[in-house]
C-alpha cells in the first residue's frame, strides 16, 4: 500500500538549515506529483511546495521561494525539501503528501499543492526554529 515517511526535522537557529526527507513506498515515484506542506499551531495547513510527476514542473509558495528547493531521488524513492535561511515563522509540522491519481494537474506553473487534491500524507516532521 501507499505509504510516506517523513524526516528530517528538528530545532535550528534563525538563518540555519535543514533537509526534510520523504520517502515514499507502494507506488512508482516518478509517476506521481509530491507536495511539502506545514500546519504551524492555530493555523490551517497550507502547501508550500511541490514537484509534478516527471519532474516536469515545480512550485514555491512566496513565502518559501528563493530559500527552501524542492527535489527527487528516484533511485532512493526519495523527495527532499532543503531549506535554508529559515526564520522562526517557518516553524510548523512539515509533511509530505501526494494524490491518489497519476493525471490531472496537482503541481502546474503557479498551482501551488491544495490539501483536497493530495490523498496519501506522511506522518508530519516537527521543525523549529528559534530567533
Known amino acids: 500500500q501507499v505509504q510516506l515517511v517523513t524526516s528530517g526535522g528538528g530545532l535550528v537557529h534563525t538563518g540555519g538549515s535543514l533537509r526534510l526527507s520523504c520517502v515514499a513506498s507502494?507506488?512508482?515515484?516518478?509517476?506521481?506529483?509530491i507536495g511539502w506542506f506545514r500546519q504551524a499551531p492555530g493555523k490551517e495547513r497550507e502547501g508550500i511546495s511541490c514537484?509534478?510527476?516527471?519532474?516536469?514542473?515545480?512550485y514555491y509558495a512566496d513565502s518559501v521561494k528563493g530559500r527552501f528547493t524542492i527535489s527527487r531521488d528516484n533511485a532512493k524513492n526519495t523527495v527532499y525539501l532543503q531549506m535554508n535561511s529559515l526564520k522562526p515563522e517557518d516553524t510548523a509540522v512539515y509533511y509530505c503528501a501526494t494524490p491518489s491519481s497519476p493525471f490531472g494537474y496537482t503541481c502546474w506553473g503557479d498551482k501551488g499543492p491544495s490539501i483536497y487534491e493530495y490523498d496519501y500524507w506522511g506522518q508530519g516532521t516537527q521543525v523549529t526554529v528559534s530567533s
Open positions: 507502494g507506488f512508482t515515484l516518478d509517476d506521481y506529483a
Open positions: 514537484v509534478s510527476k516527471s519532474d516536469a514542473s515545480t
